[in-house]
């Protein structure tokens, strides 16, 4: 979806990367639907080879085992992705570009994961935060009281990271 949504705000080249065959296939599908031209999707662990002047990630927001390959998306058992894609992106990064992280805090509000650790990963992937965006929910579940899970969604803030190699 990330590269769906780059194409169509003029980004001419995106390269689209994933592990999953269902996911890739899927991705495939819907850029031949939508005819959309110069998106590339390709079987990789986060990074294709080389370097771009932006790398997008929106890991899973759940730091917690799945039980089944449709759960993948949701959670990302031990933040491996999230950890993955930080301490990778500076490396693929061409001189003055961005790595941009699309990621819910979601769970620091469970007390699945802190800030502290989040920022620590920044820090240790040789990124600084250059500026964050910040969205509050507008799902009806962010409403709910009668949801378990209410409070927490209601708290919730989905951000834009954006972050470049320190220097």
């Given at each position: 979806?990330?590269?769906?949504?780059?194409?169509?705000?003029?980004?001419?080249?995106?390269?689209?990367?994933?592990?999953?065959?269902?996911?890739?296939?899927?991705?495939?599908?819907?850029?031949?639907?939508?005819?959309?031209?110069?998106?590339?999707?390709?079987?990789?662990?986060?990074?294709?080879?080389?370097?771009?002047?932006?790398?997008?990630?929106?890991?899973?927001?759940?730091?917690?085992?799945?039980?089944?390959?449709?759960?993948?998306?949701?959670?990302?058992?031990?933040?491996?992705?999230?950890?993955?894609?930080?301490?990778?992106?500076?490396?693929?990064?061409?001189?003055?570009?961005?790595?941009?992280?699309?990621?819910?805090?979601?769970?620091?509000?469970?007390?699945?994961?802190?800030?502290?650790?989040?920022?620590?990963?920044?820090?240790?992937?040789?990124?600084?935060v250059i500026a964050r965006l910040d969205v509050k929910p507008s799902h009806p579940k962010a409403d709910d009281p009668n949801d378990p899970l209410h409070a927490a969604r209601k708290a919730e803030v989905t951000s834009l990271w954006r972050l470049a190699t320190k220097g």
């Amino acid at each position: 979806m990330l590269a769906i949504v780059l194409a169509r705000r003029g980004v001419k080249r995106v390269v689209a990367t994933d592990l999953d065959a269902r996911a890739l296939a899927s991705a495939r599908e819907n850029v031949q639907r939508l005819g959309l031209k110069g998106i590339e999707i390709i079987e990789a662990n986060l990074f294709p080879d080389g370097q771009a002047s932006l790398v997008v990630c929106n890991p899973p927001w759940v730091p917690a085992r799945p039980s089944s390959p449709l759960e993948h998306g949701i959670y990302d058992f031990e933040s491996r992705m999230l950890r993955g894609f930080l301490s990778g992106a500076a490396a693929h990064l061409l001189p003055g570009g961005e790595a941009w992280l699309v990621l819910s805090d979601l769970a620091e509000h469970l007390g699945l994961r802190s800030r502290t650790d989040l920022e620590g990963w920044i820090d240790a992937g040789g990124l600084e935060v250059i500026a964050r965006l910040d969205v509050k929910p507008s799902h009806p579940k962010a409403d709910d009281p009668n949801d378990p899970l209410h409070a927490a969604r209601k708290a919730e803030v989905t951000s834009l990271w954006r972050l470049a190699t320190k220097g």
